[in-house]
């Protein structure tokens, strides 16, 4: 809240960034993976980051997601600024505010299915009688309905990013991250993925932020399209 | 994360590599095993020694004479006393103090008196001494034919074996449950001659009291009839005792009922007390510990005490050292064991850095990671203590079993010498889940510290 000014669009954003960098050293040199982006997002939004492998988009998802700190700036989600917050709150934020769906499905091989999306949910310490439920219902949701106690392995690609999907909806975010969700599918899985996600950002407001180098894609699916390139924001469409 | 869940993941990953945690666990359990039959062996010697030593009532008794009596024979503690004229007499009333004493089991008196006992016609004469119900405890019973007395002043007797073979060379055994009679001295009290002049130094003001007085004594034959109960082999007592010296042995209520006749009765006459007195009284302590605080109770009650060096206390010392050393034997099984334990885990962290990543990405804080690892680490210590203090106790049985054999080829009665107490297998297993968190702490705080964006990029 601290860093919020009394501005008539604060109630709407859902993410802001201010000037927000991320630099790594390696082997002598730093590289300024993002240097200085500042954006607004507003809820409900879908918004789509495009750019050259290297130019700094899953850094910025991953520094609104909270798995990374930026070096300088600040990132800041319903008013509350990430970068001052505690390695516990930050996880805290994940859990509760915060789902991610990736490009390699990140599924974990032992459980299952129902196991993979009831797992957030121990994070968050729900109840078992409620989680059966909501397991059920965020599969629902992305389609799955059946082969709930297979393992990820026996799923096709598709079905997996759905499960993944499921996840990332157990504790009921506001805002769902999504890098290269269809980087390991066929095309048209993949526009069925985001059509799934298109649906659930209207049919739940929820706010997406995705990431992509397909702009093809992009454009059918985002409201909006971010251009980045060596770390900098290069240039912002509005799709009609 | 609620424990449950906790629980239930750590068991999960646990199974996931069952071959490799099993190992774990089972150097978990040989070490814990190792720990468990080395420390019971420490225990169970102890007890064996302790066992020993109380069975020999040395150990557990305080001797009490007066003051009055037997000076010379300790200058220091002659010194020591300044009115030894005034110091207390050993009378019933100071007994029945005595035995009001905390941690006091009985008060007895020394009882050693000549008798004869008539068989078949025959006398046979032997000393008899007088026997607490407590010296059925003592070692020389062990290995009692017959029973012990019924009461502690029933009509019955126990001999020594060689005394029973005198009575009866051919079978001495079948003695048990026969009447005989025993011939011995009854003290009978006189009363005072007009002769007698009241005592000027005695210190006791009573002393001049006629009826009931000391005065003298008659020592009148008397006989009574008696029924063998029980035969022993060896002198009660290791023979270390006065009533140790006996072949006809009492319940010690029947020998003062009897009023038996003693040489130290002479003195209880000189002293003229106004009553009977005794010259020693053999005071038992419920346990060997506690001699020194019943011995300090007795002294400040006037009297000179004697007990044997209380030896449990210098063996407790000793085996102190000795569980310390086995501790250390066993311990080190267990030290490798944790090497185990932390090698599994680091492989452990390797195997699942995206796993972990995957978790911190969807909300596991660094803390639910760092706990997962411990509560795997714990159940691997669980698990291995259990199975550990299963794997000792056999091993323990097996020691037992040896030694029983070797004991029963060189014709020794079988002894426990391997005891696992109920504190060491809680011990044991608590000892075993500390020493797996321990080993766990850096595993667990590597993949706590793991950072999910690097384990997280697509390779």
């Known amino acids: ?41 507003e809820r409900g939004e879908f918004v789509a980051l495009l750019g050259q492998s290297g130019s700094g988009k899953s850094t910025l998802l991953n520094l609104m997601a909270g798995l990374d700190r930026p070096s300088s700036g600040s990132v800041l989600v319903q008013g509350r600024d990430l970068a001052k917050m505690s390695s516990e709150e930050l996880a805290r934020y994940r859990r509760n505010d915060v789902g991610m769906v ?37 599969l629902e949701r992305v389609g799955l309905g059946h082969r709930l106690e297979h393992r990820p392995s026996e799923l ?4 997996q990013q759905r499960v993944s999907l499921a996840r990332a909806l157990a504790n009921r975010p506001l805002l769902l991250l999504a890098d290269e969700p269809t980087g390991n599918l066929d095309s048209r899985t993949g526009e069925d993925i985001l059509n799934l996600i298109r649906d659930l950002s209207l049919s739940l407001g929820m706010t997406v932020v995705m990431v992509t180098h397909e702009r093809a894609l992009a454009e059918r699916f985002a409201q909006r399209l971010i251009f980045l390139g060596d770390g900098k924001l290069v240039s912002q469409e509005v799709v009609a | ?143 009692l034919q017959g029973k012990f007395f019924s009461g502690s002043a029933a009509d019955e007797l126990i001999l020594l074996n060689e005394f029973a073979k005198e009575l009866d060379p051919s079978d001495p055994k079948q003695l048990i449950g026969q009447e005989v009679t025993l011939r011995y001295g009854e003290r009978q009290a006189l009363p005072a001659e007009s002769t007698d002049r009241p005592l000027l130094s005695g210190a006791q003001s009573n002393a001049d009291s006629t009826s009931g007085d000391d005065f003298g004594f008659s020592v009148v034959r008397k006989t009574q009839a008696l029924k063998v109960v029980g035969i022993i082999q060896e002198e009660p007592y290791g023979g270390m005792r006065t009533v140790s010296r006996g072949r006809i042995f009492l319940p010690v209520d029947l020998t003062e009922k009897l009023n038996m006749a003693q040489f130290t009765d002479m003195r209880s006459s000189l002293r003229g007390a106004g009553g009977k007195t005794y010259m020693t009284l053999t005071v038992r302590v419920k346990d060997p510990g506690k001699v020194a605080e019943v011995q300090d109770a007795i002294n400040k009650m006037g009297f000179r005490t004697f007990s044997v060096l209380d030896a449990t206390k210098s063996l407790r010392r000793f085996f102190t050292v000795l569980d310390l050393f086995l501790g250390i034997f066993g311990s080190l099984a267990l030290a490798v064991a944790t090497l ?37 680490a714990s159940a691997m210590g669980f698990f291995g203590g259990l199975l550990g203090i299963a794997l000792g106790f056999a091993i323990g049985k097996a020691i037992n079993w040896g030694t029983g054999i070797y004991l029963h080829r060189h014709q020794l009665p079988a002894e426990a ?28 705080s590597r993949a706590a510290r793991l950072d999910p964006v690097q384990t997280l990029k697509y390779e």
Not at chain 2, 56 to 66: A, E, I, K
Request: charged share 20%.
């Open chain 2, 1 to 143: 994360m609620k424990g449950y869940d906790l629980f239930e993941l750590a068991v999960r990953n646990l199974r996931q590599s069952k071959l490799r945690n099993g190992l774990t666990t089972v150097g978990i359990s040989v070490g814990v095993a190792s720990l468990v039959a080395m420390l019971s062996l420490g225990v169970g010697l102890q007890q064996l020694a302790t066992r020993r030593l109380a069975g020999s009532g040395m150990f557990d008794t305080v001797f009490v004479t007066s003051k009055q009596d037997f000076r010379g024979f300790d200058r220091e503690d002659d010194q020591k006393t300044e009115h030894p004229e005034k110091a207390p007499v050993l009378d019933q009333p100071a007994r029945d103090n005595m035995a009001h004493l905390q941690y006091v089991t009985e008060v007895e008196p020394e009882v050693r008196v000549m008798g004869e006992v008539v068989y078949n016609g025959q006398t046979h004469f032997g000393f008899v001494t007088g026997l607490p119900m407590s010296a059925r405890e003592n070692e020389a019973f062990d290995n």
């Open chain 1, 156 to 159: 096709s690609g598709g079905e």
């Open chain 2, 340 to 376: 185990a334990i932390i090698n599994t885990l680091v492989m452990a962290v390797l195997e699942r850095r995206r796993e972990i990543g995957v978790m911190k990405a969807i909300g596991a804080s660094d803390s639910d990671v760092k706990k997962l690892f411990f509560a795997e």
């Open chain 2, 417 to 444: 010498v391997w005891i696992l107490p109920t504190w060491l297998i809680g011990a044991a297993i608590a000892f075993s889940i500390v020493v797996s968190l321990l080993a766990g702490l850096y595993p667990a």
């Open chain 1, 1 to 41: 809240m601290e860093m919020s000014s009394p501005t008539t669009t604060e109630a709407t954003q859902t993410v802001r960034t201010d000037n927000v960098c991320r630099y790594y050293p390696m082997g002598g040199d730093l590289i300024r993976a993002v240097d200085g982006i500042s954006l607004t997002i």
């Open chain 1, 102 to 138: 990736f490009q390699a499905f990140h599924l974990i091989p032992s459980m299952t299915i129902t196991e993979n999306v009831e797992l957030p949910m121990r994070f968050a310490e729900v109840e078992r009688a409620e989680r059966a439920q909501r397991v059920r219902e965020s």
